[in-house]
């Protein structure tokens, strides 16, 4: 019962926050990328404080001597919405690979449009992935990191996605190191459910996997085997970590 009255404290508070910033996204949208960015990840960090506050939550990651100085491609697992936030907060500046869809919801969708993602329609495929690769090959250029969640969709803790290969394929037409990131955010923050468990999320960033003359299968077949491996590893029921 008091987890689920912290839950809802949570969102009690996350909602104003969100309509506060999704106001000043729309007044900053005149600024250049990185200064806009740098204003809307505040939300990110006041909704994980506020998440901590409410809900007990906490988190903690190693191998950030990992993040190399060059931008690069980041494959993350996904199995709640709290790692799209928690990125912000791990890497440099960033821009989320992500379905259109999203950028449409009310008050959220605007402040995520203020953060430079690539919003990408699925039913186009090809398209899409061309889209990606030219998009992403130029935010790397200028400095941007860009996040994946190559499962595309939230995968329940235990369990495990199919990765598809457009990261490493960035990777190779970039030439930037890939990586990987391991978590059991789902194990706190679990998918369809308002409840928010206390404990500690555990993040682990692995070394930078070489794309250079390599094929996109190996690559992500690399990335694949070391996130399922890693999440094995981790905590996987509330009150073991």
């Known amino acids: 019962m008091l987890t689920t009255i912290r839950s809802w404290m949570f969102y009690a508070g996350l909602i104003p926050l969100t309509i506060f910033f999704s106001i000043i996204s729309v007044c900053v ?11 809307i990840i505040t939300w990110s960090k006041l909704a994980l404080w506020w998440l ?9 990651a190693k191998g950030i001597e990992n993040i190399t100085d ?15 936030i928690a990125m912000q907060m791990i890497f440099p500046k960033q821009t989320q690979v992500l379905k259109k869809e ?3 919801i009310p008050f959220f969708g605007w402040g995520l449009a203020c953060l430079n993602p690539i919003a990408i329609n699925r039913k186009q495929g090809a398209k899409s992935v061309k889209k990606i690769l030219d998009i992403g090959q130029k935010k ?9 969640f190559p499962e595309g969709t939230r995968i ?8 598809t290969q457009t990261g490493a394929a960035l990777a ?23 409840k928010k468990y206390p404990g500690t999320i555990e993040v682990i960033i692995g070394a930078p996997i070489s794309t250079t003359g390599r094929s996109r299968k190996n690559i992500i ?13 981790l905590p996987s029921e509330i009150g073991t970590n």
């Open 29 to 39: 949208l005149i600024l250049p990328s990185t200064p806009r960015y740098k204003t």
């Open 52 to 60: 901590k506050i409410t809900c007990n939550l906490h988190w903690a």
């Open 70 to 84: 060059r931008p690069g491609v980041i494959l993350c697992k996904h199995q709640s919405a709290w790692e799209t």
């Open 102 to 104: 999203l950028l449409n």
């Open 140 to 148: 790397i250029k200028d400095g941007w990191w860009v996040l994946f």
């Open 156 to 163: 329940a803790v235990g369990k495990n996605g199919r990765f």
């Open 172 to 194: 190779l037409e970039a030439n930037c190191p890939i990586i990987p990131v391991a978590h059991n955010a789902g194990v706190f923050w679990k998918k369809n459910t308002v």
């Open 221 to 233: 077949k690399d990335a694949e085997n070391w996130i399922d491996t890693t999440c094995a590893k």
